[in-house]
């Protein structure tokens, strides 16, 4: 079982940027279809990123394009999503997802482990 650990939420201001990382274990990361899912108060969890074992093809929600960069070092079985431009509607608990059997995906329901989650919050 992969378990995954996010790190690097905090409080920015509006415009600025953040990296968030996850370390994943117990598996073999560079099999792995990773994610980046968030939840903001009240509302559904959402998709946001998603890399392809092979660290080339990326996959983002519209509302991020051009802003976020998802990437992942398998050497260090870690995943990253770079975020800039960063927008007071950005602010979530960002979860990191794993899986190990197809694609990426924006269903909750395919993906096989997630983290606890790490809080970014951006002030106006």
């Known amino acids: 079982q992969v378990q995954v650990v996010e790190s690097g939420g905090g409080l920015v201001q509006a415009g600025g940027s953040l990296r968030l990382s996850c370390a994943a274990s117990g598996g073999t990361f560079s099999s792995l279809t990773m994610g980046w899912f968030r939840q903001a108060p009240g509302k559904d969890r959402e998709f946001v990123a998603a890399i392809h074992r092979n660290g080339v093809s990326t996959y983002y929600a519209d509302s991020v394009k051009g802003r976020f960069t998802i990437s992942r070092d398998n050497a260090k079985n870690t995943l990253y999503l770079q975020m800039s431009s960063l927008k007071p509607e950005d602010t979530a608990v960002y979860y990191c997802?794993?899986?190990?059997?197809?694609?990426?995906?924006?269903?909750?329901?395919?993906?096989?482990?997630w983290g606890q989650g790490t809080q970014v919050t951006v002030s106006s």
């Open positions: 997802a794993a899986r190990w059997r197809g694609g990426w995906s924006t269903n909750l329901n395919e993906w096989d482990s």
